[in-house]
């Protein structure tokens, strides 16, 4: 008696289609080519490619890479990184963590009560002016 063949057929293999790029990115990509292109420009020239994009949603696209996608210079890496620098200057000037925690509340309760840091400001300008006035 013959033994039975183990080999089973190959599996069939579909290879995935190429991902199509995000309109961000092909946006992204056409500014880092043309770094002075307006974005009027980019929309015109992707719109030649057959991209359907307007100058106000290139415009946007630019303005998220700029405020922290990217992480370069004004990424949100680097803002997080400078927040934490101006947090341990802050601690520091207070003393430790805890008294930096509270004057950022009493700040934070004072602006409240004001409705705003603008009439915060105002509120306190009105103060010293008062204060310096009457001789204290």
Known sequence: MAAKSTKSAAPSVTAPAPA?????????????????????????????????????????????????NGG????????????????????KQHGDIKKALAAIESVGGFIDACGSSENAKAALAAYKEMADSLGG
């Open 20 to 68: 199509e790029k995000s309109k961000a990115q092909i946006v992204q990509d056409y500014k880092n080519a043309n770094p002075e292109a307006t974005p009027k420009a980019i929309a015109e020239a992707l719109a030649k490619q057959g991209v359907e994009i307007n100058a106000p949603h290139v415009s946007s696209i630019l303005s998220h890479a700029r405020a922290g």
């Open 72 to 91: 370069g210079k004004g990424s949100s890496v680097e803002k997080f990184k400078d927040q934490l620098r101006l947090a341990g200057a802050f601690a």
